[in-house]
């Protein structure tokens, strides 16, 4: 009790009363936290330090965030502080919590929805043009996650931007083409991508918004349940997304002569459908996709690639109720389900296939390996593999919350995605400086 008033009285007191002589009765210095850079791009790393704790003292770091909906995501690690009383998470191991280790981001991955919310929800932006605001806060003590943390004795709020100064973002209602094309600030031209998501449809901004911040023009691509797109994706026409990629193509902010494109999940083996078919794609990044369609029927012309169908009798699920789908996909090397398979070998372009090896979505990893091995079996090695260790199904940007069991939208029910938290962490952080540096070779 007694350091507490000396904190208040010191928090209270005039600048100059914290510089007292040494012969002045000896009061604890207020602690301090600094975040840098307070506000920044969302995909960049911040570094935190504490400064004023007495030596070897221990700490419990949180961090606090809400999404658009006021949903509260929440996160702790124990620290103690050094022989100085200062902290910094660059190089200073945590000991318990939410992650052990020297891991100078893990607060904002390691943000799981708060005791009181849903479980199984996922801290992503549903809007851009505002900053997602994270408060960090440092407490007395050593407090597990969910229990009630000890006093604060310093805090800070950092802002995560979504998108840089200067950046556009200009809705498209252009022929059938929905969704929203972030381009850069300055005259350009840029290098064109489209971006797309999975089965969960809408339109998902975060990833073009950021590669927009990065250099890119990117189109945020919907397929169904935006606006006036089919609510539920019956069927699938590649016409859409040729449609797409020519307004890319030929926008004057765009460099070409090609466009490239990124998805995850179903969006990834779309991304492989129009490098395949559409000669104005010449890069495609697939994450965590599969080599055959898959669902929904993908008519172009009078061609139809079938989609490979899910057995919802291989579902398990565990004694709390989450669903593993890992063995639900029908098997795309049987030859019976050949006609699926999407001819990447057709494909002039490069390919950039990314995977968690602990995706529990589908199996990732194999559908990778079986579209390396067509590409080989036809004297193709236009691919790259990035194959991640104990990473799960949706790699996003780095820093974006780990979430192993997610509530899917269509089933609405909570499925297992798989992976490891620092695992995933780090492959969201090393696949997105090779994702632009594939991008950037390949479209100029």
């Not at 004023?52 to 006021?70: I, K, N």
């Not at 389900?337 to 529990?360: M, Q, W, Y």
Request: glycine fraction near 10%; aromatic fraction near 8%.
């Amino acid at each position: 009790a007694a350091m507490w008033r000396a904190l208040a009285a010191a928090a209270a007191a005039p600048a100059r009363a914290l510089l007292r002589a040494p012969s002045a009765p000896v009061t604890r210095r207020a602690a301090s936290l600094a975040v840098s850079p307070a506000a920044g791009p969302a995909d960049e790393r911040v570094e935190t330090r504490v400064a004023g704790l007495s030596p070897g003292q221990p700490v419990t770091l949180r961090a606090v965030a809400a999404d658009d909906r006021g949903c509260l995501f929440q996160s702790c690690a124990h620290y103690h502080a050094n022989s100085r009383g200062e902290l910094h998470l660059g190089t200073d191991a945590s000991q318990g919590g939410d992650y052990t280790g020297v891991e100078p981001m893990g607060l904002f991955w390691s943000l799981t929805p708060a005791g009181m919310e849903k479980p199984y929800q996922r801290l992503v932006p549903r809007s851009t043009g505002t900053p997602m605001k994270v408060e960090v806060l440092v407490h007395e003590g050593h407090s597990p996650p969910g229990a009630m943390p000890g006093p604060v004795v310093a805090k800070a709020e950092v802002q995560r931007l979504f998108t840089a100064p200067g950046v556009r973002r200009i809705r498209l209602k252009e022929g059938v083409v929905r969704g929203s094309l972030f381009l850069p600030p300055g005259d350009g031209p840029f290098p064109g991508v489209i971006d797309m998501y999975g089965d969960e449809g809408g339109l998902i901004e975060f990833r073009s918004s950021l590669l927009a911040t990065r250099g890119f023009a990117a189109l945020s691509l919907p397929y169904f349940d935006f606006e006036d797109l089919p609510k539920v994706m019956k069927e699938l026409k590649l016409e859409y997304f040729e449609e797409a990629a020519k307004f890319l193509q030929r926008h004057p902010k765009v460099k070409g002569p090609g466009v490239g494109v990124i998805g995850t999940g179903k969006g990834a083996e779309l991304a492989l459908s129009m490098i395949t078919f559409l000669p104005e794609v010449v890069a495609a990044v697939s994450i965590s996709g599969c080599s055959s369609n898959t669902v929904a029927d993908l008519h172009y012309g009078e061609m139809i690639l079938p989609g490979l169908r899910f057995d919802m009798n291989k579902v398990s699920v565990s004694d709390t109720g989450v669903f593993d789908i890992f063995e639900a996909l029908d098997d795309p090397s049987k030859p019976a389900n050949s006609p699926c398979v999407i001819p990447i070998e057709k494909a002039e372009g490069h390919f950039l296939l990314v995977v968690g090896e602990d995706d529990r979505i589908w199996k990732s990893s194999l559908y990778a390996e079986l579209a390396i091995k067509r590409l080989r079996q036809h004297g193709k090695e236009n691919f790259e593999l990035l194959s991640y260790p104990g990473a799960g199904h949706r790699i996003d940007p780095p820093s974006t919350p780990f979430c192993q069991v997610a509530m899917d939208r269509v089933l609405g029910v909570p499925v297992l995605g798989g992976g490891e938290s620092k695992a995933h962490a780090r492959a969201q952080e090393h696949s997105w400086g090779k994702i632009q540096e594939f991008l950037h070779l390949h479209l100029g």
